[in-house]
């Protein structure tokens, strides 16, 4: 367990507080009150998904005592090869019968433990000073507390500019696995659909008519989902054990909270057939963009009704409706999305190890341990020189 202290940099000093300290602090919501993932989504994370995650935060004050940013860190033991595929994998997993831990590490995560990273500053302006008082803590934080890594999680593309020093100062800098973006440019989804490829066109109409050849299925919108909770939560979980990245598992108080306490941003989609759950999709709305952040399908009927992209149609649709301006989802299941003329929005990783000597190692393994490399699908995308 880490313990809590202050780190002094040239700067000004670091203070390691919990959210309890958090309480009462104005610069708290200043954080990040420009990202829909503001200072609520960070709490509600911590309060519902604690799993084997510690959570702290740097209170990052200047010389003359003002806070400028307060950056959410937590720790976690981290799989090196979570979404490897193939023989090397197989090797690790034969390994770790005999040495469980084995390409296992405590690693000190700078970020969201649900969601792309950043930076906490207080100000749009204080976004390089926060990156350089981070650049010059983070290290010393995380051999204080024993972690072999230092981890920059999911840090969108735009931080390139800013994070820079992190990359000529010991950090990698490597692809992690992005998000896609779709303009909403459209009066309306049939709209949409015209500009795809005949090809696609055809495929989707197909998948469309046949599901509503079937029982008719409907759709509702809520902001709180509680009333449903114990209905939708197993069909994530159908959804999220077919993944093969499994960093976090969202539970049921978190959705509960996240309707709760950010209800004029959360936005749960409910599709029922015959007065029962098949589907459901949870999104938040922020600035014009829907993020839709994860799915929830019954497998007893969703490939039968290709319920993906029946779900995708609505939530487009009813997006286009409302005015908002783009569509966001979240990382994994590029096919579709290549066909459906998303583009990538990057994220990156800054990865350092701990002990300067293992650097040079490390560096050479993780353009192996990467995990877009393992990803053929990605290098289809037109901006896919972005990553």
């Known amino acids: 367990m880490q313990e809590r202290g202050t780190i002094s940099f040239p700067q000004g000093i670091a203070k390691i507080v919990t959210r309890t300290d958090l309480q009462g602090c104005g610069a708290w919501p200043r954080a990040f009150l420009d990202k829909c993932k503001d200072h609520r989504f960070y709490e509600i994370v911590e309060q519902t998904l604690a799993q084997d995650f510690e959570y702290r935060y740097l209170l990052l004050e200047d010389e003359s005592g003002e806070v400028r940013a307060i950056q959410p860190v937590f720790f976690v033991r981290q799989n090196l090869v979570e979404g490897v595929p193939g023989k090397f994998r197989s090797i690790v997993d034969l390994v770790r019968k005999k040495f469980p831990r084995f390409l296992t590490m405590r690693v000190l995560m700078v970020g969201c433990a649900a969601g792309e990273g950043h930076l906490g500053a207080c100000r749009p302006e204080d976004e390089r000073w926060t990156a350089e008082a981070l650049l010059a803590s983070l290290k010393t934080y995380a051999r204080r507390n024993k972690a072999s890594l230092v981890v920059l999680k999911d840090f969108p593309a735009k931080y390139r500019p800013v994070l820079g020093s992190f990359s000529s100062n010991g950090y ?7 998000m896609t973006r779709l303009a ?63 960093f976090e598992t969202l539970t049921k108080d978190f959705f509960c909270s996240l309707g709760e306490r950010m209800p004029e941003r959360a936005r749960f989609f409910i599709w029922r057939q015959l007065g029962r759950i098949v589907a459901f999709s949870c999104c938040m709305i922020h600035d014009g963009t829907i993020y ?16 993906y992209f029946y779900t995708l149609r609505d939530v487009i649709g009813w997006a286009i409706a409302s005015g908002l301006r783009s569509y966001c989802s979240g990382p994994l299941n590029y096919d579709p999305k290549l066909h459906l003329g998303c583009e990538l929005v990057p994220l990156d990783l800054y990865v350092m190890h701990t002990r300067a000597f293992f650097n040079p190692i490390f560096r050479r393994a993780l353009k192996y341990l990467e995990p877009t490399r393992h990803d053929p699908i990605l290098r289809r995308f037109p901006n896919a020189d972005q990553l």
């Open 172 to 178: 990698a800098r490597v692809p992690s696995m992005p």
């Open 184 to 246: 909403l440019d459209y009066r309306d989804f049939d709209e949409y659909l015209s500009t795809l490829s005949r090809v696609t066109r055809k495929s989707l109409r197909r998948k469309f008519r046949k599901a509503e050849r079937a029982p008719k299925i409907d759709m509702e919108v809520v902001s709180d989902i509680t009333p449903q909770i114990d209905e939708i939560y197993p069909l994530y979980l159908q959804v999220h054990e077919r993944s093969r990245f499994k």
């Open 292 to 307: 839709d952040e994860c799915l929830g399908l019954d497998y007893k009927v969703a490939l039968d009704l290709h319920l």
